[in-house]
């Protein structure tokens, strides 16, 4: 069957949506699919603001359903803001809506979206997703939709793949505030303490860390003796260097209570389809307290003076480096390959030295932590850099 | 207005919890009955539990025994998925709440060690009644009773206008909890059977309402107006949620008691100093709590708004002390 678009003739039709939060490199992705689609003579449509554009197509005067055509993604800027927008909540199982009653409620409307998807001729799904959004897609495949999932996440905590799209971005912007923060606590002789995404896994305070060769380096996965962290600072922190750099992920734990304070459950957190609020503004709201916890409890054990600051949001945003370009391009050319092949419910996942498919089941329930045995975690030793605690 | 004979047998809806021993809502010593279900998601609700409808799933990872003392969870029946134990963590199991939420009473109830438990269960009113009925003695010697509450009780017209009339008959005090944004519909069925209106007013702008709360609040004052109108005999006490930077301000209470003196059955109005109670419901639900950054009010905020409240209603020393 074919289908007639203007002039264009399309042997199918696809679509692809993006989930909550702004990712750099979301349109690269969109390019690399919309191309590869276009080159397989297929139409791809891009979704508007997660599933809205196809539950909610009134709200759009312009249609919810944007055609992808070969002249629009050749003109599609790559370092841009994402083209197809998002949505604070993209789970079709629980959408909030205040009904004909004016009462708020949540509703599954997973059945309207597969009817949808087929009213619109659309005969398999790319999902540009993080964690969360994961589960969400393998419902959704479980309950019929032939779905394709690109990995994003900016702390690199997906599992099943060795990075997911935004990583990178995320670790060249923390690296380069982390040398500026650097720089003001050796001009004011006082210790930073930054706090950097990381709610989960450490990688992005990790590497970060090792690259500015920072003093100390606070992760989820090792919880911290403050104690032995002024202690370290004590011996490093010097009439000669009389500053240092104390980089926290805002996950990071403290070995005392075991959790970090204030804080439910990080994973808890991360799959939480009820939230009485935007996902978005969960981050927002809490970061700053990991580096606060550990700049004040640093304060009353050592003798110079700490300042907490935080990258958390900044690092979200901005233009994809070069390495987020072409991985992102790669996962949305892939992601059609994978639907010509017909691997639904996998996931796109780079597995050095290749791109492959991943089912979704191998990708959820997990969180891609720093293993104990991490080279990096050696590399970090190497480099005198405290990991919270004696290893 | 007088109460409508209403014959309970036969109804039932969906209770979350009953109450005993309670004294802040509505005069005496009450028993509260939490029904389930809300029409609003404000974001700093303390009980989010009684949010939806339907009966729902929680998990206290406290009561888990893990995998290798049980693991029932990580098998059939129970969804694919849906339960985990995370690798190089602790051997206790994880929810995946995308998955798990569609659990049920009869899944819920495999688990040997109650860490899965279900918020809510179907009652009809003569077993929720038989229960308030334990505490009778108190209520006459005190001049309280039952008092509905939620959630949004009126979200149940019909089953709570059955409690309340049955209530009546057994010679209770009747009071709710409300916050009234239902269609007058609701009111209209359940007032007739109310002694004591317990009402919030959150907030006065529609557009920071609709923010903070879900929907806009012209409808809510509608049916206060219209009750405060329709139902003289009934007793009116106005609440606010008192929440620092975003209604704990003099203007708020202000327009509040702009809206309520007018009306004479309008006896009191209350204000609720936000408090962070219901953190651990959050984590039994796998919930996010939204306003983690909000603090309670200070007491000097608390008093200044309070010494406003007294005055417009002509409450002063001693008086106002007594009252509160």
New interface residues.
Partial sequence: MSREIGHASFQRRIAIMVGAGYVPGINAVIMGAAIAAGRLGWEMVGIRDGFDGLLHPERYPEGGLLTLSPELVANLDPTAAGLLGQAPRV?P??V?R?NE??????VDMSDQLLSRLQAEDIDALISVVGG?GL??L??LHRKGLNAVCVPRSIENDIAATAVSFGFNTALSFTIEMLDRVRQAAQSARKIAVVEVLGEQSGWLALQAGIAVCADVVLIPEIPCDLQAVAARLHDKVTPRRPYGLVVVAEGAKLADDGKPQ????P???S???????DAS??VI??SGQAAEAVANGLQLLIAEETFPLVLGPWVRGGAPTAVDRQLALGYGAGAVRAVRDGKYGTMMAFVPPDIKFVPL?EA????R?V??DSEFMQIALSLGIFLGREL | MKDQPIDPSGRNGTVLNIQRYCSHDGPGIRTTVFLKG??????W?GN?ES???KPELSYDPRKCTGKKACGLCLKSPFP??AF?V???DDDKV??????A?DCDEALASLCPTGALEMFGKQMTVDEVLDEVEKDSSFYRSSGGGITLSGGECL?QPDFSAALLAGAHQRGFNTAIETAG???WSFVEKVLPHVDTVLHDHKMTIPERHKKWV??DNR?ILENFKKAYETFPDADFIARTPLIPGINADEEHIRAVLAFIRPHKNVIDYELLPYHRFG?LK??L??????L??YKTPSDEVVKHLQAIIDEAFGRSGQQAANVK
């Fill in positions: 789970d199982f629980h909030r205040v009653d004016d009462m708020v409620e949540e969360r589960s969400i393998y419902k204030g804080k439910p459950s994973l808890k957190a799959l939480s389809p009820l939230a009485t609020g503004e969960h709201q809490r089941a959820i329930n997990k969180v932590t293993p104990a | 809300c029409s609003l998601r404000c974001k609700c989010p949010i939806r409808k694919e998925g985990y995370a690798e190089g994880k929810v995946n709440w995308h998955l939420m979200l944004n239902v269609p879900g929907v409808r953190l959050y984590e639900l796998g919930e996010v709590y939204q983690d950054d």
